[in-house]
């Protein structure tokens, strides 16, 4: 194995790997299965106790899923942690959507999403909800769903998300502040209807 170190290195590996280098990708592995666990604590820390999926099977399929994704032009370590975010995002959307199918409609109870949404150890929340209301948000704005998914889901930082949209820090921090609302919003209608 090649001796790689730091974010720049990652980034050479991911591009390497989008060329079709296997051996980028066996190099590339260990440098983000600790990204990718951490990612996936994050998530199943907001998720509800006695969750039937734990994180190593989220770090599982989400690798699988970006082995799918090898042709992504690759721009760097945020772009791929982005990336994974996301689909970390769709395989607990998928597996909640298949919970609630096997329970006839599931047990999904509703609290609204709040301003803490990154500083919150753990917050419940309806997680097919909230991927509703990201899929408006999207539809309607991209980019600031985007931020959502890769600050509150992925744990990326300002500056890290900035990198991965190649935006300023200031526009994710104005727009993470907008989206953050809209959401609110969003939520707090869904709960009353």
Same mark, same amino acid.
């Not at 390497?16 to 990718?36: F, I, K, M, Q, T």
């Not at 734990?54 to 791929?80: C, K, M, S, Y």
């Given at each position: 194995?090649?001796?790689?170190? *730091?974010?720049?290195?990652?980034?050479?590996?991911?591009?390497?790997?989008? &060329?079709?280098? =296997?051996? /980028?990708?066996?190099?590339?592995?260990? !440098?983000?299965?600790?990204?990718?666990? +951490?990612? /996936?604590? /994050?998530?199943? *820390?907001?998720?509800?106790?006695?969750?039937? #999926?734990?994180?190593?099977?989220?770090?599982?399929?989400?690798?699988?899923?970006?082995?799918?994704?090898?042709?992504?032009?690759?721009?760097? +370590?945020?772009?791929? !942690?982005?990336?994974? /975010?996301? #689909?970390?995002?769709?395989?607990?959307?998928?597996? $909640?959507?298949?919970? %609630? @199918?096997?329970? @006839?409609?599931?047990?999904?109870?509703?609290?609204?999403?709040?301003?803490?949404?990154?500083?919150?150890?753990?917050?419940?929340?309806?997680? !097919?909800?909230?991927?509703?209301?990201?899929?408006?948000?999207?539809?309607? =704005?991209?980019?600031?769903?985007?931020?959502?998914?890769?600050?509150?889901? *992925? %744990?990326?930082?300002?500056?890290?998300?900035?990198? $991965?949209?190649?935006?300023?820090? &200031?526009?994710?921090?104005?727009?993470?502040?907008? $989206?953050?609302?809209?959401?609110?919003?969003? !939520?707090? *209608?869904?709960?009353?209807?």
């Amino acid at each position: 194995m090649r001796p790689v170190t *730091g974010s720049a290195s990652i980034t050479q590996l991911l591009r390497e790997w989008s &060329d079709g280098d =296997d051996a /980028a990708l066996a190099a590339l592995v260990p !440098l983000v299965e600790s990204e990718l666990r +951490r990612l /996936a604590a /994050a998530y199943m *820390g907001r998720e509800r106790p006695g969750h039937t #999926l734990q994180p190593t099977a989220l770090v599982n399929e989400t690798f699988i899923r970006l082995l799918d994704a090898q042709r992504v032009p690759w721009q760097d +370590r945020g772009h791929f !942690l982005g990336v994974a /975010a996301r #689909l970390m995002r769709r395989v607990l959307v998928d597996h $909640a959507r298949t919970r %609630g @199918r096997q329970k @006839r409609g599931g047990d999904h109870e509703v609290i609204p999403l709040n301003d803490a949404m990154i500083a919150a150890p753990r917050l419940d929340f309806n997680l !097919l909800a909230l991927d509703r209301a990201l899929e408006a948000l999207a539809a309607v =704005d991209e980019r600031k769903a985007r931020i959502i998914e890769m600050r509150f889901f *992925g %744990g990326l930082t300002v500056d890290e998300t900035a990198s $991965a949209l190649s935006v300023s820090a &200031d526009t994710v921090k104005r727009d993470w502040r907008l $989206a953050k609302m809209w959401l609110l919003r969003q !939520l707090d *209608g869904d709960r009353g209807e």
